[in-house]
Nanobody, 116 residues
Framework: VQLQASGGGLAHAGDSLRLSCAAP????????MGWYRQAPGNEREPVAS???????NYADSVKGRFTISRDNSKNTVYLQMNSLKPEDTAVYYC???????????WGQGTLVTVSS
């Protein structure tokens, strides 16, 4: 069973989108949950992460625009994306890190396309 990311779609520059990622199991004990993205022709890159203590880290390219959050009771991680830019166009994935390994199998991701 895989992670289920949703909420992507077509947006214009300056718009907002909220992504959700439902995990197939409990994320309560997963120290770090994160969002990643892969643009065409590029490797997957980290976007944002959040620890169980709600410590957040962001890629420089999204700081001040994106906000990551987690709801352990729903086994879900969110990514609020504001002031979208065309360079945010990518497939967005989420996953967690536990004991140095990925916590779940990668899902299909959700495609975000931002037009100028």
């Amino acid at each position: 069973v895989q992670l289920q990311a949703s909420g992507g779609g077509l947006a214009h520059a300056g718009d907002s989108l909220r992504l959700s990622c439902a995990a197939p199991g409990s994320i309560f004990s997963i120290n770090i949950m994160g969002w990643y993205r892969q643009a065409p022709g590029n490797e997957r890159e980290p976007v944002a992460s959040i620890t169980t203590d709600r410590i957040r880290n962001y890629a420089d390219s999204v700081k001040g625009r994106f906000t990551i959050s987690r709801d352990n009771s729903k086994n879900t991680v969110y990514l609020q994306m504001n002031s979208l830019k065309p360079e945010d166009t990518a497939v967005y994935y989420c996953n967690g890190r536990r004991l140095g390994a990925w916590a779940f199998s990668w899902g299909q991701g959700t495609l975000v396309t931002v037009s100028s």
